[in-house]
T-cell receptor, first 114, second 111 residues
Framework: EAGVAQSPRYKIIEKRQSVAFWCNPI?????LYWYQQILGQGPKLLIQ????????DSQLPKDRFSAERLKGVDSTLKIQPAKLEDSAVYLC????????????FGPGTRLTVT | GNSVTQMEGPVTLSEEAFLTINCTYT??????LFWYVQYPGEGLQLLLK?????DKGSNKGFEATYRKETTSFHLEKGSVQVSDSAVYFC??????????FGAGTRLFVKA
C-alpha cells in the first residue's frame, strides 16, 4: 500500500514570495490533515478536510494561507506572501475517519523563508 | 482546553537501558491517547494507542497504560536499541476533530 506522498521535500524562498505544497493521501482515506511543525515543537493542525469539505481551519492564518482538496483526493496548501516565521516542516496526513483513527503521515516539506 | 505535556529531552541512554518518557494530559471527556514516533528524515508514524481507561497499548516492545486517575500515558520500554533513536510524540483526541500533540521528546541511544 502506497503511503502519503508530499512534494517538494525542501523549499527555500524569500519573504513575500509565494509557495505551494502538494499532498496525495492514501487511497480511500476520507480525512486529510495539514500540520505545521516548527523546530522543537509538536505538529499543529492547520486545516482538516473530510472528503472535500473543511471541518476545521481554526488555526489557519487565512490572510496568507489557503488550502483546497479537489475531488476529495489530492490537496494543495499555499502560502502567499510568506513570512520568516513560516519556516517550518509542513506535514500532510490522512486517515480513514476522524477522531480515534490512526493518522498516516507523509515525509513533510521543509520550508525555509529567508 | 485540551493539552499534552511531555518530559523535555533530549533523553540519552545506553543500549539495553530502561526507557520512560512521561506524558500527562488535560482533556474534557474521555480522550483516546496515542504515541507517535518520528525517525530522522521521516514522517510521524503511530507507535501505539489506547482508547479507554486502564487500556495498555503495546508495539515493538514499547508499552503505555492509560491512567485516568493520574491523567498520564507514560511510554516505557525495557531494553532500548540504537534503532529506537527518534523523536516521540504523545497525543490525544477527545472524539472531536482535532488531535493535540505534545512538543516531542528526542531519544538518543548510544551503542
Amino acid at each position: 500500500e502506497a503511503g502519503v506522498a508530499q512534494s517538494p521535500r525542501y523549499k527555500i524562498i524569500e519573504k513575500r514570495q509565494s509557495v505551494a505544497f502538494w499532498c496525495n493521501p492514501i487511497s480511500g482515506h476520507a480525512t486529510l490533515y495539514w500540520y505545521q511543525q516548527i523546530l522543537g515543537q509538536g505538529p499543529k493542525l492547520l486545516i482538516q478536510f473530510q472528503n472535500n469539505g473543511v471541518v476545521d481551519d481554526s488555526q489557519l492564518p487565512k490572510d496568507r494561507f489557503s488550502a483546497e482538496r479537489l475531488k476529495g483526493v489530492d490537496s494543495t496548501l499555499k502560502i502567499q506572501p510568506a513570512k520568516l516565521e513560516d519556516s517550518a516542516v509542513y506535514l500532510c496526513a490522512s486517515s480513514e475517519g476522524q477522531a480515534h483513527y490512526e493518522q498516516y503521515f507523509g515525509p513533510g516539506t521543509r520550508l525555509t523563508v529567508t | 482546553g485540551n493539552s499534552v505535556t511531555q518530559m523535555e529531552g533530549p533523553v540519552t541512554l545506553s543500549e539495553e537501558a530502561f526507557l520512560t518518557i512521561n506524558c500527562t494530559y488535560t482533556a474534557t471527556g474521555y480522550p483516546s491517547l496515542f504515541w507517535y514516533v518520528q525517525y530522522p528524515g521521516e514522517g510521524l508514524q503511530l507507535l501505539l494507542k489506547a482508547t479507554k481507561a486502564d487500556d495498555k497499548g503495546s508495539n515493538k516492545g514499547f508499552e503505555a497504560t492509560y491512567r485516568k486517575e493520574t491523567t498520564s500515558f507514560h511510554l516505557e520500554k525495557g531494553s532500548v536499541q540504537v534503532s529506537d533513536s527518534a523523536v516521540y510524540f504523545c497525543a490525544l483526541n477527545t472524539g472531536g476533530f482535532k488531535t493535540i500533540f505534545g512538543a516531542g521528546t528526542r531519544l538518543f541511544v548510544k551503542a
